[in-house]
């Protein structure tokens, strides 16, 4: 019985933090949603505090059932708040800004716009450090202009550690510079200029590569290159190629990357081949399902935020130019690749269809920040 009241007093306390950070502190959503978040589930998700209030509140809705903004409101009419304060809570964005708005509705409103908009100007200062998850820091390392910004975002991003999958990162610009990115030991480990010899990346870390490198013909020993599919094998082999590359000579760059990649691809486990030409801003691919070349041409797309998002089937049988094939983006859609990809995979198979809700569902909670339209020669 104890136990059942300070759990009780627990889930009260934090909905206590949440309705009044959202009443006496102008309504920042930055906090209030992960403090209500945390009461609902202690699940870990994506950084809410890059959520608009919109997306945070359906992403609740969905899971829960309830959001935070009627938590809020319910408790504050338990506790007989003036009406005043309880329409502050059910009323945000443009609603909230309207002609005849009450005025503590309007003063909210203001002050949450306000406070998320200091929180995104903050997102890459040296104040806040994101914590992101591998895959969600490409995000991030896309959203620099240069290699010497990815390096030097060292100051405001660390990856979490999670999951069996360890990756590190290859990055490049259209200025030539290239770099490699790791986090060995909770440290950032880059290798650039002059340390990166050859801009090559498998599975091992870049130390120990290019120390394997170094037995080998033509890279300071003896041994000769014969095509090994292990990823230090791949790894001598795309630098031999790399470095046998004249672009003066008759293969174009985009077709003698394919070679490379063809040089190091594994049968059936080679599901993609990508090469970006960054200079040309188009992407050229080809798949496991579908060996025709394709290319996106970044220079015709439109990233303006107000731009529906639209996306693309990768093994869709097409050729050549797809940048005008892309469709509006759906969450059928997107439910309906995680199914397929997760029956067609073996390991895959016996994931529940709560996690594969939750992965289907995980876009609906992005938001895109500021003009999100970039410089494609960079």
């Not at 290159?225 to 082999?237: E, I, P, Y």
């Not at 439109?302 to 097409?318: I, K, Q």
Request: aromatic share 10%.
């Amino acid at each position: 019985m104890g136990g059942l009241r300070v759990s009780k007093l627990s889930n009260l306390f934090n909905t206590l933090i949440g309705v009044f950070c959202n009443i006496l502190c102008a309504g920042n959503v930055t906090h209030t949603g992960k403090s209500i978040n945390l009461f609902l589930t202690s699940n870990a998700s994506p950084d809410l505090r890059t959520f608009s209030l919109d997306s945070l509140l359906s992403i609740q809705k969905q899971r829960y059932g309830i959001n935070h903004r009627e938590i809020g409101a319910a408790a504050l009419r338990y506790w007989k708040f003036p009406e005043s304060m309880i329409n502050a809570q059910c009323v945000w964005d443009k609603a909230a800004l309207s002609k005849g708005t009450p005025p503590l509705t309007w003063i909210c409103e203001v002050a949450r716009d306000f406070s998320q908009s200091l929180f995104q100007q903050a997102l890459w200062s040296k104040d806040l450090l994101i914590e992101a998850e591998p895959l969600e820091s490409l995000v991030l390392f896309l959203s620099a202009g240069e290699v010497d910004d990815v390096i030097a975002s060292d100051s405001k991003i660390r990856i979490e550690r999670g999951g069996s999958a360890k990756i590190h990162y290859l990055v490049a610009d259209a200025g030539g510079r290239c770099a490699t990115i790791e986090f060995l030991s909770g440290k950032l480990v880059c290798h650039t200029k002059d340390t990166l010899p050859w801009g090559v990346l498998t599975n091992h870390t870049y130390a120990s590569s290019l120390a394997h490198l170094g037995r080998f013909d033509g890279f300071g020993g003896s041994l000769p290159v014969s095509a090994n599919k292990t990823s230090l094998g791949r790894f001598v082999n795309a630098a031999a190629m790399v470095s046998r590359f004249d672009e003066h000579g008759d293969d174009s760059s985009v077709d003698y990357a394919f070679a490379i990649l063809d040089r190091v691809a594994q049968g059936d486990y080679t599901k993609w081949s990508i090469v970006y030409d960054i200079r040309g801003s188009t992407i050229h691919f080809r798949t496991f399902a579908n060996g025709n070349r394709r290319s996106v041409a970044l220079a015709s797309c439109d990233f303006d935020c107000e731009s529906p998002v639209r996306v693309l089937d990768v093994n869709t049988e097409l050729t050549g130019d797809v940048t005008n094939d892309f469709v509006p983006y759906s969450y059928d859609l997107n439910r309906d690749l995680i199914e397929t990809a997760f029956d067609g995979t073996s390991f895959l198979k016996s994931v529940s269809s709560e996690t594969r809700r939750g992965l289907a569902e995980y876009p609906e909670g992005l938001d895109c920040v500021g003009n999100a339209r970039r410089d494609t020669g960079r």
